[in-house]
């Protein structure tokens, strides 16, 4: 077995990720054949670890990608590195080609790009991400509790980021960099847990012996601060996605655009597939393997149901042809028999 890219196969995985490769260990050990397409560009590749996971915890994201794929390919399933770039319907499915001009059929298609981040246009900001600028306090705000937090808004949900951050440290700032300050029930919610806010847009980020030692604001002033968070616009990778007509739709939170899809991950179009980020925005690891998981069990479903109706189809025609032959052979019978 090699991961060479083969002619056809029941399933391409396009994204090779956590739910990816979660859908193709359940894909193959369905026995079904199933290549995982991946470009190598992991949205979780800054991070030092992954948090919230069972029996993973800490876990660098290189070495549970490496594991999946291992998994994936003890039961046969293939790892392609690649870039998809075209995908059309060809005869009750698939033609699927890469960048490299590499192209293979295949009968149905589970697409797990994940999302991009789009950060705020600070000096600094996209440098550190990942590293002492993150966004979600449950995977990063043990790692840092007690330090001096910054919030820089980025949209409707920053206020709400402040007050989870205050969970892990007291020493929380809000920047309303270019949004409005928070009035209100919300002014007043920050106020009440000791969150000052600091009007005017962020200029950069002051490094010191690398690592994040302050915020600088537009008219030069510095609040010293330890660590940076911002919550990031989401925007589904979706190129391959819209080729096939699924285009991505603003999220009810604002938080970005995501492919619409139902609880197992059916898309609109017949036979693809979604499942992590590009779907669900805000799923951490475990939500987004489960997401592949669920979307690989009713994919193997949907083919055995097509291979069965075929089979109804091959085995009435096959009586129909028995029942023929016994016919003809009775009617040779009776002609011998002079009847």
Same mark, same amino acid.
């Given at each position: 077995?090699?991961?060479?890219?083969?002619?056809?196969?029941?399933?391409?995985?396009?994204?090779?990720?956590?739910?990816?490769?979660?859908?193709?260990? $359940?894909?193959?050990?369905?026995?079904?054949?199933? #290549?995982?397409?991946?470009?190598?560009?992991?949205?979780?590749?800054?991070?030092?670890?992954?948090?919230?996971?069972?029996?993973?915890?800490? #876990?660098?994201?290189?070495?549970?990608?490496? /594991?999946? /794929?291992?998994?994936? /390919?003890?039961?046969?399933?293939?790892?392609?590195?690649?870039?998809?770039?075209?995908?059309?319907?060809?005869?009750?499915? !698939?033609?699927?080609?890469?960048?490299?001009?590499?192209?293979?059929?295949?009968?149905?298609?589970?697409?797990?790009?994940?999302?991009?981040?789009?950060?705020? +246009?600070?000096?600094?900001?996209?440098?550190? &991400?990942?590293?002492?600028?993150?966004?979600?306090?449950?995977? +990063?705000? &043990?790692?840092?509790?007690?330090?001096?937090?910054?919030?820089?808004?980025?949209?409707? $949900?920053?206020?709400?980021?402040?007050?989870? !951050?205050?969970? &892990?440290?007291?020493?929380?700032?809000?920047?309303?960099?270019?949004?409005?300050?928070?009035?209100?029930?919300?002014?007043?919610?920050?106020?009440? /847990?000791?969150?000052?806010?600091?009007?005017?847009?962020?200029?950069?980020?002051?490094?010191?012996?690398?690592?994040?030692?302050?915020?600088?604001?537009?008219?030069?002033?510095?609040?010293?601060?330890?660590?940076?968070?911002?919550?990031?616009?989401?925007?589904?990778?979706?190129?391959?996605?819209?080729?096939?007509?699924?285009?991505?739709?603003?999220?009810?939170?604002?938080?970005?655009?995501?492919?619409?899809?139902?609880? $197992?991950?059916?898309?609109?179009?017949?036979?693809? &597939?979604?499942?992590?980020?590009?779907?669900?925005?805000?799923?951490?690891?475990?939500?987004?393997?489960?997401?592949?998981?669920?979307?690989?069990?009713?994919?193997?479903?949907?083919?055995?149901?097509?291979?069965?109706?075929?089979?109804?189809?091959?085995?009435?025609?096959?009586?129909?042809?028995?029942?023929?032959?016994?016919?003809?052979?009775?009617?040779?019978?009776?002609?011998?028999?002079?009847?």
């Amino acid at each position: 077995m090699t991961d060479e890219l083969d002619s056809s196969c029941d399933v391409v995985v396009v994204g090779g990720g956590a739910a990816g490769l979660n859908g193709a260990l $359940m894909l193959a050990r369905a026995r079904r054949s199933v #290549m995982v397409i991946d470009a190598g560009a992991p949205r979780n590749a800054p991070a030092e670890g992954i948090h919230g996971l069972l029996g993973r915890e800490g #876990m660098a994201p290189g070495e549970l990608l490496d /594991r999946g /794929r291992a998994e994936v /390919r003890g039961y046969g399933g293939r790892i392609v590195t690649g870039e998809v770039t075209r995908v059309t319907r060809a005869d009750g499915g !698939f033609d699927v080609e890469l960048a490299d001009g590499r192209t293979t059929r295949t009968r149905r298609l589970l697409v797990t790009t994940g999302l991009v981040d789009e950060l705020p +246009h600070v000096a600094g900001l996209r440098e550190r &991400w990942g590293r002492d600028v993150v966004h979600c306090p449950y995977c +990063h705000g &043990w790692e840092v509790r007690d330090r001096a937090i910054g919030v820089i808004a980025n949209g409707p $949900m920053a206020v709400h980021g402040a007050l989870l !951050f205050r969970q &892990w440290t007291d020493d929380v700032v809000l920047f309303t960099h270019t949004t409005a300050a928070p009035t209100g029930e919300a002014a007043e919610k920050l106020a009440a /847990r000791r969150i000052p806010v600091i009007t005017g847009p962020v200029a950069a980020l002051e490094i010191r012996d690398d690592r994040i030692s302050g915020v600088r604001l537009a008219d030069g002033t510095v609040v010293a601060r330890e660590v940076v968070t911002v919550g990031s616009r989401m925007v589904a990778r979706s190129d391959v996605l819209r080729q096939l007509g699924l285009e991505p739709v603003e999220h009810p939170s604002g938080a970005g655009e995501y492919i619409p899809a139902d609880a $197992m991950g059916r898309t609109g179009v017949e036979g693809v &597939w979604v499942a992590g980020n590009v779907t669900d925005l805000t799923a951490q690891v475990g939500a987004a393997a489960a997401g592949g998981a669920f979307a690989a069990a009713q994919i193997n479903a949907d083919l055995v149901e097509e291979e069965t109706r075929l089979a109804v189809v091959d085995h009435r025609r096959d009586f129909a042809a028995e029942l023929e032959a016994e016919v003809s052979e009775q009617v040779v019978g009776d002609r011998r028999h002079g009847i």
